[in-house]
């Protein structure tokens, strides 16, 4: 009996592992993409809009705009930084820069992040973890170039970051602004 719950839980575990890999889907390209659709009712394309630029000049204030921000859509370059090691000696592994593009119309809006490329990290004569330079891959061609273990790691991690972004994204396009309240000013020579 116990053997058995082992084994379906290794097979459950297994299977949570490789969730955030199928996230990622190929495009008409062969690359990988990761695309989203939401409806937001009652909020217009410019509210939505200027609502995506605050997100992006706020929560990823290093994102290169490729599309003047006076356009309806936001086309932008960012990157973000791949771990590995136990949680004490955890040290940057690499990045995976990636191309940004979101459109919004009346009440939705959709976005997709594709573009993914990875630059693995080495440690520099300071002790300091830097890009290697001319290592950059494509992370459709990953698999020939790294072991699938890492390729696997790589792709879960990207596939995981996707997934937040896209529900951080949600989140911060329905909040309304709250408006500053202003402060009572209180008269201690009138009574």
Not at 105 to 130: A, M, S
């Amino acid at each position: 009996m116990n053997r058995n719950l082992i084994i379906l839980l290794l097979i459950f575990l297994s299977k949570l592992s490789n969730a955030q890999q199928e996230l990622l889907s190929f495009d008409e390209h062969n690359k990988y993409i990761y695309y989203g659709v939401n409806e937001m009712q009652g909020l217009s394309a410019d509210t939505l809009h200027n609502r995506g630029l605050l997100f992006l000049k706020t929560l990823f204030p290093r994102v290169v705009f490729k599309s003047p921000l006076k356009n309806i859509n936001i086309l932008c370059d960012g990157k973000f930084l791949t771990y590995s090691g136990s949680s004490v000696f955890k040290h940057e592994q690499g990045e995976v820069n990636y191309s940004l593009n979101i459109e919004f119309k009346d009440e939705k809006y959709r976005f997709w992040l594709t573009n993914f490329t990875y630059i693995p990290y080495e440690r520099d004569r300071y002790g300091n973890f830097v890009p290697k330079l001319g290592k950059e891959m494509a992370l459709e061609s990953i698999n020939n170039e790294l072991s699938k273990k890492e390729s696997d790691a790589y792709l879960n991690e990207t596939g995981l970051f996707c997934k937040q972004f896209a529900e951080r994204l949600k989140i911060y396009l329905l909040n309304i602004p709250k408006k500053e309240e202003k402060l009572k000013k209180i008269v201690t020579d009138k009574w």
